[in-house]
């Protein structure tokens, strides 16, 4: 995933959030709970492209 669909994939899910609604996306078979992710970020401080792959790991959903 890149820093740019990172960032879009950030954009779309704060929207979503305030509609309240989920977005998620689909690749390589590969779900992430993208609302996690985000409120993660939020309380660490850090932006979603600074996630470890270790850390993004543990929000994929099964």
Known sequence: MSNE???K???LDEAAEKAGGF???NEKN???DYRKII???KKKGIEPID???R???TFILQ
């Open 39 to 41: 409120a993660y970020c």
């Open 51 to 53: 996630l470890t792959i």
């Open 5 to 7: 669909d990172i960032a």
């Open 30 to 32: 590969v779900d992430y």
């Open 23 to 25: 977005v998620s996306v």
């Open 55 to 57: 850390e993004l790991n």
């Open 9 to 11: 994939m950030k954009a």
